[in-house]
């Protein structure tokens, strides 16, 4: 069973704040993905990785970076929180970048 | 690049009928459609996928049916039960090309008793 797993399930911060949200998964795959899920605006792509140290710009991936120093970790960074980055942060992993992907268990973000 | 339309938003059936969602996609080169399950609180599952070299799959309650000339595809829902009652999403793929799955923005399904 492919296992992914995030950090923190809650997570509260303040404006300003540097924010780091980190996934892990355990199956050795190639591709890890950040997401953000808002009601009625779906799955919104924020960055992937195709390879450590290899990154790509997902839909929004405006007041985001991310990292991926080991294959088997990827960390999104908020720079500097904001109140419209509350939300609710799903990681995924993927053997190929076109296949199924698997889903940690999210993070809800509030930011105050 | 790949375009995915889900329809409807929100589906509300009676225990024992079945439910419809509907996806279409936009870039032809897909080939990988999944969709996937999330209850309340917890992750998106995938719970059926299919090819392009086939047009239907069935999986006990569940099917799926493809019609790659129209560029649409369906999960199709029998004898819904209450446990059923989630966020559906559909996604596109080109599984040889370097994209990833493309959501749709999900259909809230509600199974009333």
């Known amino acids: 069973d492919v296992k992914v797993t995030q950090s923190s399930r809650y997570l509260v911060k303040r404006t300003g704040e540097k924010v780091f949200l980190e996934c892990v998964q355990d199956m050795d795959h190639e591709n890890m993905f950040w997401y953000r899920q808002d009601p009625g605006l779906g799955l919104r792509l924020i960055y992937f990785s195709y390879d450590v140290k290899m990154k790509e710009k997902g839909d929004i991936p405006e007041g985001y970076s991310v990292s991926r120093e080991k294959k088997e970790r990827f960390s999104l960074i908020l720079e500097s929180a904001s109140t419209n980055q509350t939300s609710m942060y799903l990681c995924?992993?993927?053997?190929?970048?076109?296949?199924?992907?698997?889903f940690g268990p999210g993070t809800r973000l509030l930011v105050l | 690049g790949e375009n995915v339309e889900q329809h409807p938003s929100t589906l509300s059936v009676q225990e024992g009928d079945s439910a419809v969602i509907k996806c279409t996609y936009s870039?032809?080169?897909?080939?990988?459609f999944p969709w996937y399950k999330q209850e309340l609180g917890k992750r998106p599952q995938l719970i059926i996928d299919?090819?392009?070299?086939?047009g239907e799959k069935k999986d006990q309650r569940i099917a799926v049916t493809l019609n790659k000339t129209a560029k649409h595809f369906s999960l199709h829902i029998t004898e819904t039960q209450p446990e059923d009652s989630a966020v559906y999403f559909c996604a596109a793929s080109n599984e040889l090309g370097n994209t990833p799955l493309v959501f749709g923005k999900g259909t809230r399904l509600s199974v009333i008793a």
């Open positions: 995924a992993s993927s053997k190929d970048s076109g296949e199924t992907q698997y």
């Open positions: 870039d032809s080169a897909s080939n990988y």
């Open positions: 299919i090819r392009s070299n086939v």
